[in-house]
């Protein structure tokens, strides 16, 4: 092993090098001891394994030793047998011999014959011995027979030995030469297990010796460097002694290093707080100018504008007869709206109208910064007007898939507030009430028949609270999904038909959202109110009595309440008829000061529903037209209109037509002359350059209404 050591400035260095070196060596030796004592500890394995076997050979030949020598006592008991019955095999012959001789004595019948018959003739004892001859012949053939059966046996018996003994022979000779066979491979594999055995050991040693070798070359290399290592080791004790000196001085020059950029960084906090303390003044005052400028935007918008979104027609309208689509859009103008009525030709215009292909988040996009001015203390209103089946609840609630302004509006609420974390810190509560026949239901509440109050409070302030009305802090999505769902049930289970209930009802979802900075210690609170509205469609007087009267009667006494103030509102009346409602009443800290109110009128494009779509355009189109800056003609009607019934709408105007919630329409020329307050000013002067090709079409259009068939209508 080679050892590189470079050339060090410094002998501290040196020695570690030749210090590293040594050690690596030893490293080195170690390893290759390690792996050869792992070798011999494999090849011990492999011996034990080759003796278990030669053990194993050695118990099968004694097996088959042992199989030998119960071969031979059987071969010795088939030699005996082998005696016995070549004894028999004598006995046989001295049978034969025996029978031989009878048979050869039977040879001689005619001499006994010839002296038979002599002694028959000559004497009584002649035939006494005849007889007796005759007697002892019989015996004889009887004996003779017996002996030849007996011989017959005999030699069937000796067959069948001389049979079992070739038999037996022939097993001798097959376990002879099976023993012979096993002798030989038992034989065969003694010898290649001795080679082996000789072959492994030897390999072993063999390698055994190279490795030692190689073992002693490394112990003479590490010895060597042993040696070169001790002046190293010197000069690394001389070394260490000067560290230990400096490490002494250490804490002192610690010390004094600390106390130093102690004082660079009180200096540099100092710096940065003056800085921050600088950031903070101005984030505050870009806050304000932010929210100045958003109040500004939406005060530019006008604090109450009237937008109109025309529904499309649906899959199951289509086939009727009626359903023809009479309502156009101007492709130069969004917020003009033609209407084709009896043959004629209606031009409407509003702040915005949404054609029915507008999506919900496009009507979204309309009112968020109304939603979001909720967050900077401000209060809000949003109504969907129009008549039953013209997609209020569309826009306000949508549909799962395609929700509309209400979730919409919570989740930018959400993740506004969340954008404004850590500085503010937000909570946003959630109700829902129902306005049916002017009483008030708490819709979240445990009893959705109870009915609630409207109470000023009683701190002097002024505000109104409605006590026992449920509030829930709503967090994230799966929250205003749990209250919505807890409101539509509650809605439900007080009435039989849900449908027809909720087009005679108004339903509110009522958001708080109040915040509170911490480092400035500021606080604001702002409340959007999403009013589902009743349906605006009149009653025929024959078609109404009982209580299908009095809900008509409810609904429209609130609508046009609502349009007397928003009418006293925008004209800014001195006196403003919210107690003419129950919705206003509610709304009244929404509805007045610097709130914002959008209203939505929803329109059919259905020929069948024109009339109502009328009706509806032209409450829009009066609520937007009313004139700012209170004048005293203005001021006297608002105040009649809340004291006593507006002639058009606090009286149900069962049969007459329209609806016309707002008795105020001030023609557009005097506007002009008027002091227009901004809120009104832009829409109308961006529409100016349009509006100027036809001037009786503005004329006409803020003229006063009495009917259907108003002087709107144009061929
Ligand atoms: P309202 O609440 O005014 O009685 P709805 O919101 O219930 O009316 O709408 C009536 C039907 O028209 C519903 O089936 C609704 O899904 C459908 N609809 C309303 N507006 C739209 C729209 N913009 N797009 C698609 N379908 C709409
Ligand atoms: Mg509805």
Redesign the pocket.
């Given at each position: 092993m080679t050892i590189l050591i470079l050339e060090w400035s410094n002998p501290l260095n040196k020695s570690c090098a030749i210090h590293f070196s040594c050690v690596s060596q030893l490293f080195i030796f170690c390893s290759v001891m390690l792996h050869l004592s792992q070798d011999v500890e494999a090849l011990r394995g492999e011996l034990c394994r080759k003796d278990e076997e030669c053990r194993e050979q050695e118990r099968r030949l004694a097996a088959l030793e042992q199989q030998v020598q119960e071969r031979t006592g059987v071969i010795v008991q088939l030699q005996q047998q082998l005696e016995e019955a070549a004894q028999r095999r004598q006995e046989l012959q001295l049978l034969r011999d025996g029978e031989e001789t009878l048979s050869r004595q039977a040879a001689l019948p005619l001499q006994v014959k010839y002296v038979t018959k002599t002694v028959e003739v000559e004497s009584a004892q002649s035939k006494q011995a005849l007889i007796e001859a005759q007697a002892h012949n019989q015996a004889l053939q009887e004996q003779l027979s017996v002996q030849r059966q007996l011989l017959r046996e005999l030699e069937q018996q000796l067959h069948e030995s001389q049979r079992s003994s070739s038999q037996l022979r022939q097993q001798i000779l097959v376990y002879e030469g099976e023993m012979e066979r096993a002798q030989g491979q038992l034989e065969a594999e003694m010898q290649s297990l001795e080679e082996e055995k000789n072959r492994v050991i030897e390999e072993a040693f063999i390698r055994a010796e190279s490795e030692m070798k190689a073992v002693h070359e490394n112990l003479a290399g590490v010895r060597m460097n042993l040696l070169t290592l001790q002046p190293a080791l010197r000069t690394l004790t001389c070394d260490y002694n000067c560290l230990k000196r400096q490490v002494q001085d250490f804490p002192y020059m610690l010390e004094k290093a600390i106390t130093e950029a102690k004082q660079e960084i009180c200096q540099v906090i100092g710096e940065v707080s003056s800085a921050n303390q600088e950031l903070l003044r101005k984030y505050k005052r870009e806050m304000n100018l932010r929210k100045k400028c958003h109040n500004e935007l939406v005060r530019l918008k006008g604090n109450i504008r009237v937008l109109c979104r025309v529904?499309?027609v649906?899959a199951g309208e289509t086939d009727a007869a009626d359903t023809k689509n009479k309502v156009t859009f101007d492709p130069d103008d969004d917020a003009v709206l033609y209407l084709s009525n009896k043959g004629k030709l209606m031009t409407f215009e509003l702040d915005k109208v949404f054609p029915t292909q507008a999506t919900q988040e496009e009507v979204f996009q309309e009112v968020q910064s109304l939603v979001t001015s909720c967050i900077d203390g401000f209060n809000v209103c949003i109504f969907a007007y129009?008549q039953?089946?013209?997609?209020?609840?569309?826009t306000m609630e949508g549909?799962p898939e395609d929700p509309g302004i209400n979730q919409r509006a919570l989740r930018l609420l959400f993740s506004a507030v969340s954008e404004k974390k850590p500085d503010w810190d937000y909570k946003i509560t959630v109700s829902m009430v129902e306005i049916y026949n002017e009483t008030l239901r708490n819709l979240l509440g445990d009893n959705p028949n109870e009915k609630l109050d409207i109470k000023m409070c009683p701190d002097g302030s002024g505000q109104l609270y409605v006590p026992g009305l449920t509030e829930f802090t709503v967090e994230s999505v799966e929250d205003i999904n749990k209250v919505f769902d807890l409101g539509h049930m509650n809605r439900a289970t007080a009435c039989t038909n849900l449908n027809e209930h909720s087009?005679r009802s108004h339903a509110l979802l009522i958001v708080t959202v109040a915040g509170f900075n911490s480092s400035t210690g500021h606080r604001t609170s702002g409340k959007l109110n999403l009013v589902?509205l009743a349906?605006s469609e009149r009653i025929t007087k024959s078609g109404a009595e009982g209580s299908r009267l009095r809900e008509a009667q409810c609904i429209n006494k609130s609508l046009s309440a609502l349009g007397d103030v928003i009418n006293a509102l925008r004209s800014k009346h001195s006196h403003v008829p919210f107690r003419n409602s129950r919705l206003t009443y509610l709304l009244q800290d929404s509805l007045s000061g610097d709130s914002k109110t959008l209203m939505m009128v929803?329109v059919s494009p259905l020929e069948s529903n024109v009339s109502e779509s009328v009706c509806s355009l032209k409450f829009a189109q009066r609520v937007r037209s009313v004139e700012i800056g209170p004048s005293s003609s203005s001021r006297r009607q608002a105040e009649s209109s809340s004291t006593s019934s507006s002639p058009t709408h606090d009286g149900v105007e069962l049969d007459s037509p329209p609806v016309t919630p707002v008795p105020l329409p001030i023609s557009r020329a005097s506007s002009a002359s008027s002091a227009l307050s901004s809120t009104s000013k832009t829409p109308t002067t961006r529409r100016r350059s349009h509006s100027q090709l036809s001037t009786d079409r503005q004329v006409d259009r803020s003229s006063p209404l009495v009917g259907d068939g108003g002087q709107d209508e144009r061929s």
């Amino acid at each position: 092993m080679t050892i590189l050591i470079l050339e060090w400035s410094n002998p501290l260095n040196k020695s570690c090098a030749i210090h590293f070196s040594c050690v690596s060596q030893l490293f080195i030796f170690c390893s290759v001891m390690l792996h050869l004592s792992q070798d011999v500890e494999a090849l011990r394995g492999e011996l034990c394994r080759k003796d278990e076997e030669c053990r194993e050979q050695e118990r099968r030949l004694a097996a088959l030793e042992q199989q030998v020598q119960e071969r031979t006592g059987v071969i010795v008991q088939l030699q005996q047998q082998l005696e016995e019955a070549a004894q028999r095999r004598q006995e046989l012959q001295l049978l034969r011999d025996g029978e031989e001789t009878l048979s050869r004595q039977a040879a001689l019948p005619l001499q006994v014959k010839y002296v038979t018959k002599t002694v028959e003739v000559e004497s009584a004892q002649s035939k006494q011995a005849l007889i007796e001859a005759q007697a002892h012949n019989q015996a004889l053939q009887e004996q003779l027979s017996v002996q030849r059966q007996l011989l017959r046996e005999l030699e069937q018996q000796l067959h069948e030995s001389q049979r079992s003994s070739s038999q037996l022979r022939q097993q001798i000779l097959v376990y002879e030469g099976e023993m012979e066979r096993a002798q030989g491979q038992l034989e065969a594999e003694m010898q290649s297990l001795e080679e082996e055995k000789n072959r492994v050991i030897e390999e072993a040693f063999i390698r055994a010796e190279s490795e030692m070798k190689a073992v002693h070359e490394n112990l003479a290399g590490v010895r060597m460097n042993l040696l070169t290592l001790q002046p190293a080791l010197r000069t690394l004790t001389c070394d260490y002694n000067c560290l230990k000196r400096q490490v002494q001085d250490f804490p002192y020059m610690l010390e004094k290093a600390i106390t130093e950029a102690k004082q660079e960084i009180c200096q540099v906090i100092g710096e940065v707080s003056s800085a921050n303390q600088e950031l903070l003044r101005k984030y505050k005052r870009e806050m304000n100018l932010r929210k100045k400028c958003h109040n500004e935007l939406v005060r530019l918008k006008g604090n109450i504008r009237v937008l109109c979104r025309v529904r499309p027609v649906c899959a199951g309208e289509t086939d009727a007869a009626d359903t023809k689509n009479k309502v156009t859009f101007d492709p130069d103008d969004d917020a003009v709206l033609y209407l084709s009525n009896k043959g004629k030709l209606m031009t409407f215009e509003l702040d915005k109208v949404f054609p029915t292909q507008a999506t919900q988040e496009e009507v979204f996009q309309e009112v968020q910064s109304l939603v979001t001015s909720c967050i900077d203390g401000f209060n809000v209103c949003i109504f969907a007007y129009g008549q039953t089946g013209s997609g209020k609840t569309y826009t306000m609630e949508g549909v799962p898939e395609d929700p509309g302004i209400n979730q919409r509006a919570l989740r930018l609420l959400f993740s506004a507030v969340s954008e404004k974390k850590p500085d503010w810190d937000y909570k946003i509560t959630v109700s829902m009430v129902e306005i049916y026949n002017e009483t008030l239901r708490n819709l979240l509440g445990d009893n959705p028949n109870e009915k609630l109050d409207i109470k000023m409070c009683p701190d002097g302030s002024g505000q109104l609270y409605v006590p026992g009305l449920t509030e829930f802090t709503v967090e994230s999505v799966e929250d205003i999904n749990k209250v919505f769902d807890l409101g539509h049930m509650n809605r439900a289970t007080a009435c039989t038909n849900l449908n027809e209930h909720s087009s005679r009802s108004h339903a509110l979802l009522i958001v708080t959202v109040a915040g509170f900075n911490s480092s400035t210690g500021h606080r604001t609170s702002g409340k959007l109110n999403l009013v589902d509205l009743a349906g605006s469609e009149r009653i025929t007087k024959s078609g109404a009595e009982g209580s299908r009267l009095r809900e008509a009667q409810c609904i429209n006494k609130s609508l046009s309440a609502l349009g007397d103030v928003i009418n006293a509102l925008r004209s800014k009346h001195s006196h403003v008829p919210f107690r003419n409602s129950r919705l206003t009443y509610l709304l009244q800290d929404s509805l007045s000061g610097d709130s914002k109110t959008l209203m939505m009128v929803q329109v059919s494009p259905l020929e069948s529903n024109v009339s109502e779509s009328v009706c509806s355009l032209k409450f829009a189109q009066r609520v937007r037209s009313v004139e700012i800056g209170p004048s005293s003609s203005s001021r006297r009607q608002a105040e009649s209109s809340s004291t006593s019934s507006s002639p058009t709408h606090d009286g149900v105007e069962l049969d007459s037509p329209p609806v016309t919630p707002v008795p105020l329409p001030i023609s557009r020329a005097s506007s002009a002359s008027s002091a227009l307050s901004s809120t009104s000013k832009t829409p109308t002067t961006r529409r100016r350059s349009h509006s100027q090709l036809s001037t009786d079409r503005q004329v006409d259009r803020s003229s006063p209404l009495v009917g259907d068939g108003g002087q709107d209508e144009r061929s």
